[in-house]
Antibody, heavy 121, light 113 residues
Framework: EVQLLDSGGGLVQPGGSLRLSCEAS????????MNWVRQAPGKGLEWVSV????????YYADSVRGRFTISRDKSKNTLYLQMNSLRAEDTALYYC??????????????WGQGTLVTVSS | DIVMTQSPESLAVSLGERATINCKSS????????????LTWYQQKPGQPPKLLIY???TRESGVPDRFSGSGSGTDFTLTISSLQAEDVAVYYC?????????FGGGTKVEIK
């Protein structure tokens, strides 16, 4: 059974940092693209970042490039999102989402339950 | 960036009636080398993560009821629920994965009339 367990969210002050984690099980973690997608309260879905399954290349939305870093530890089957210089507009529920394919150009066939990040003073 | 525009923003449909949701991309998401549209539909119920319904614009994900269907090509796509059930109340999103950044439509909220 595929499982994605998101964690690491919380309340942080503007300018602060957080590291989100997504523990994966039930599939070959290293072969799939893995993504972070966020949803601000009451709003739609926004793709944040991807790490490719075929070559571990990484890509980011313009809104987070230079502040967020996606990575994965294949020995722990865990995806990470290091979030620095956080802003109020980063407040959202962050989902870990598995790519349906190994390519970064993929849709998402399985989602975690999400972890809430609140940026506020 | 490819902009995805959904319409309507919301619709109310009677039980058993048809619901139609439109999605338009700002450029074609049809990949000519394999003739596939890189367009996916998701359903999100309150308090839940999104669920993949339809990929390649018209291929139903395993386990998705056949009242859900997708159509279209290039820049114009449609999700149809042929006979709305109470459990279909949700927000529906389209997404393109033809280019990065991957982008979603703004969502369509489906309610019971």
């Amino acid at each position: 059974e595929v499982q994605l367990l998101d964690s690491g969210g919380g309340l942080v002050q503007p300018g602060g940092s957080l590291r989100l984690s997504c523990e994966a099980s039930g599939f070959t973690f290293s072969s799939r693209a893995m993504n972070w997608v966020r949803q601000a309260p009451g709003k739609g879905l926004e793709w944040v970042s991807v790490i490719c399954g075929d070559n571990d290349d990484t890509y980011y939305a313009d809104s987070v490039r230079g502040r967020f870093t996606i990575s994965r530890d294949k020995s722990k089957n865990t995806l990470y999102l290091q979030m620095n210089s956080l802003r109020a507009e980063d407040t959202a529920l962050y989902y870990c989402a598995r790519g349906r394919r190994g390519s970064c150009y993929s849709d998402f066939d399985f989602w975690g339950q999400g972890t809430l990040v609140t940026v506020s003073s | 960036d490819i902009v995805m525009t959904q319409s309507p923003e919301s619709l109310a449909v009677s039980l058993g009636e048809r619901a139609t949701i439109n999605c338009k991309s700002s450029q074609s998401v049809l990949y000519s080398s394999n003739n596939l549209n890189y367009l996916t539909w998701y359903q999100q119920k309150p308090g839940q993560p999104p669920k993949l319904l339809i990929y390649w614009a018209s291929t139903r994900e395993s386990g998705v009821p056949d009242r859900f269907s997708g159509s279209g090509s290039g820049t114009d796509f449609t999700l149809t629920i042929s006979s709305l059930q109470a459990e279909d109340v949700a927000v529906y999103y389209c997404q393109q994965h033809y280019d990065i950044p991957l982008t979603f439509g703004g969502g369509t909220k489906v309610e019971i009339k």
